[in-house]
């Protein structure tokens, strides 16, 4: 028997994870956070719908926290098995969990001062620094597109998604009871043409199931080229009103984008050198695990390494900034210069800071350049709201937003099409996971309408069997 339960990132986009039972052996396809209202993913988070100790091994597709920041809660509730991912997820994931352990402690200090002055019993944190720990040491990096094994009869394989640095898609083949049978996994895929990383990797097999994410099913992109030529003009514009450029950022990824594409822009005199600081010690860190990991570059990043030995990640012009005391020092610092910092929703992190000392005046940029969730800052910042609170002080917006689209990590609609074309004629069933029903639902129409014959979007817990 075989058979998948999506238990996460069904009709929505965090908490990707889907439970694998073979003849009655579970495995789990990613470990994510869910993500949203704090009471609902707080008990979502802390209890998976599984008997973890029955999960025999963990194929993690890639670091972000949808997708691996809830496996210290295995750890927590006894899970003993391996976490697969890739060398340099394993690297990433290292820094990530680590960060999340500690931002889930502080947060319930947080939330357990509130509960106290309303006389409400304290809560846990979802997981101490010891389960991610824990979970850490059962990481077993992959190589890509080298088969290994997973259990006895459970082989897979990881191909580049394109996503972020690490990220796969993953083909697992299954020797069931009932014979050999294939599911593939897209994980989160990227676009082509991104900096730094390579193109995603087509699958070139037979599937029985694909699952396939469709964040962007209804959508189309700017290219990364008119992104490029976006930052370029807003670059521009901040070093002739000499105010300075903030850019909420997540660290993982888009961060390093940035950096690499400023890096490109200064040398190729398109813009004027101006002081660059990353500010944040995760996105420091990310930076870092890039810099290990340029042997899975692609070929236009490893030529522009190639002539400059210091790596894509640094330039004269760039500090990473370190202390907090270095941090609140760019306050007394006068423009031209461009900070990024996170989060890159502006819910917490350094990135506050700059904004409550710069909002107020006109010659700053405010640059977003991600998805901004409902009730963030950030997006309150999107929808031009004129005064918005940080850190519980009103403040009126002076400072000039400006949104760049283009440069989403996710494959959009043709994107994703172009992807799943590979594999037309090769696959029995597909499940669409990782996105709002609208998403799936046009991308569902689209990929009907190109032959494939059984598009299903799966609810949250509901169980598919492969026959
Ligand atoms: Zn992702
Ligand atoms: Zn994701």
């Given at each position: 028997?075989?058979q998948?339960?999506?238990?996460?990132a069904?009709?929505?986009?965090?908490?990707?994870?889907?439970l694998?039972?073979?003849d009655g052996?579970?495995?789990?396809?990613?470990c994510?956070?869910?993500?949203?209202r704090?009471?609902?993913?707080?008990e979502?988070?802390r209890?998976?719908?599984y008997?973890?100790?029955?999960?025999?091994?963990?194929?993690l597709s890639?670091?972000h926290?949808?997708?691996s920041?809830n496996l210290?809660?295995l750890?927590?509730?006894?899970?003993?098995?391996?976490?697969?991912?890739?060398?340099a997820?394993k690297?990433?994931?290292?820094?990530m969990?680590?960060d999340?352990?500690?931002?889930?402690?502080?947060?319930?200090?947080?939330?357990?001062?509130?509960?106290?002055r309303?006389?409400?019993?304290?809560?846990e944190?979802?997981y101490?620094?010891?389960?991610a720990?824990?979970?850490?040491?059962?990481?077993?990096g992959?190589a890509?597109n080298?088969?290994f094994s997973?259990l006895?009869?459970?082989?897979?394989?990881?191909?580049?998604?394109?996503?972020?640095?690490?990220s796969?898609?993953?083909?697992?083949?299954l020797?069931?009871?009932?014979?050999?049978?294939t599911?593939?996994?897209?994980g989160d895929?990227g676009?082509?043409?991104?900096?730094?990383?390579?193109?995603?990797?087509?699958?070139?097999?037979?599937?029985d199931?694909?699952i396939?994410?469709?964040t962007?099913g209804?959508?189309?992109?700017?290219?990364?080229?008119?992104?490029v030529?976006?930052?370029?003009?807003?670059?521009?514009?901040v070093c002739?009103s000499g105010?300075?450029?903030?850019?909420?950022?997540?660290?993982?990824?888009?961060a390093?984008e940035l950096?690499?594409?400023?890096?490109?822009?200064?040398e190729?005199?398109?813009?004027?050198?101006?002081p660059v600081?990353v500010?944040?010690?995760?996105?420091?860190g990310v930076?870092?695990?890039?810099?290990?990991?340029?042997?899975?570059?692609?070929?236009?990043t490893?030529a522009?390494i190639?002539?400059?030995?210091?790596?894509?990640?640094?330039f004269k012009?760039?500090t990473y900034v370190?202390?907090?005391?270095e941090?609140?020092?760019?306050?007394?610092?006068?423009g031209?210069?461009?900070?990024?910092?996170?989060?890159?929703?502006c819910?917490?992190?350094r990135?506050?800071?700059h904004?409550?000392n710069?909002?107020?005046?006109p010659r700053?940029?405010?640059?977003?350049?991600?998805?901004q969730?409902e009730?963030?800052?950030?997006?309150r910042?999107?929808?031009?709201?004129p005064?918005?609170?940080?850190?519980?002080?009103?403040?009126?917006?002076?400072?000039?937003?400006?949104v760049?689209?283009g440069?989403?990590?996710?494959?959009?609609?043709?994107g994703l099409?172009?992807?799943?074309?590979?594999?037309?004629?090769?696959?029995?069933?597909?499940a669409l996971?990782?996105g709002?029903?609208?998403?799936?639902?046009?991308?569902?129409?689209?990929?009907?309408?190109?032959?494939f014959?059984?598009?299903?979007?799966p609810?949250?817990?509901?169980?598919?069997?492969?026959?």
């Amino acid at each position: 028997m075989l058979q998948v339960t999506f238990h996460g990132a069904a009709e929505t986009v965090t908490g990707s994870q889907h439970l694998v039972d073979v003849d009655g052996a579970q495995l789990l396809l990613d470990c994510g956070l869910f993500q949203g209202r704090r009471s609902e993913s707080y008990e979502r988070n802390r209890l998976p719908p599984y008997d973890v100790q029955q999960v025999q091994a963990v194929l993690l597709s890639h670091a972000h926290t949808d997708h691996s920041a809830n496996l210290p809660s295995l750890a927590r509730l006894g899970f003993a098995g391996k976490v697969h991912c890739t060398h340099a997820t394993k690297d990433l994931a290292a820094l990530m969990l680590r960060d999340s352990a500690k931002i889930q402690v502080s947060d319930t200090e947080f939330i357990n001062k509130i509960r106290r002055r309303h006389h409400e019993p304290p809560v846990e944190p979802l997981y101490l620094p010891e389960h991610a720990e824990a979970v850490l040491g059962s990481l077993q990096g992959q190589a890509y597109n080298e088969k290994f094994s997973v259990l006895p009869y459970v082989a897979a394989t990881y191909y580049d998604a394109g996503h972020i640095l690490g990220s796969a898609s993953i083909v697992c083949e299954l020797d069931t009871v009932a014979g050999l049978r294939t599911i593939g996994f897209s994980g989160d895929l990227g676009r082509n043409d991104m900096p730094i990383l390579r193109d995603p990797v087509e699958l070139d097999t037979e599937l029985d199931l694909l699952i396939m994410e469709g964040t962007y099913g209804n959508r189309q992109h700017e290219t990364p080229a008119d992104a490029v030529e976006a930052l370029a003009a807003v670059v521009r514009r901040v070093c002739e009103s000499g105010g300075k450029l903030i850019i909420p950022a997540f660290a993982v990824g888009r961060a390093q984008e940035l950096t690499y594409w400023l890096h490109r822009l200064m040398e190729a005199g398109r813009v004027p050198r101006i002081p660059v600081f990353v500010d944040s010690p995760l996105a420091s860190g990310v930076s870092k695990v890039f810099g290990d990991h340029s042997a899975i570059f692609d070929e236009e990043t490893l030529a522009f390494i190639g002539t400059h030995p210091q790596g894509a990640l640094r330039f004269k012009e760039l500090t990473y900034v370190a202390s907090a005391d270095e941090s609140r020092a760019l306050n007394e610092r006068s423009g031209p210069y461009i900070v990024i910092s996170a989060s890159g929703m502006c819910e917490a992190g350094r990135i506050l800071h700059h904004l409550r000392n710069n909002i107020g005046d006109p010659r700053n940029i405010i640059l977003i350049v991600s998805w901004q969730a409902e009730h963030t800052l950030g997006r309150r910042l999107v929808e031009r709201q004129p005064r918005v609170r940080i850190f519980g002080e009103e403040f009126a917006v002076h400072a000039q937003v400006q949104v760049i689209n283009g440069l989403s990590a996710h494959a959009d609609q043709a994107g994703l099409l172009r992807w799943a074309g590979a594999l037309r004629g090769r696959v029995k069933q597909v499940a669409l996971v990782h996105g709002e029903p609208d998403a799936l639902q046009a991308l569902r129409a689209q990929m009907l309408a190109a032959g494939f014959p059984s598009v299903h979007i799966p609810k949250m817990h509901e169980t598919l069997q492969i026959p």
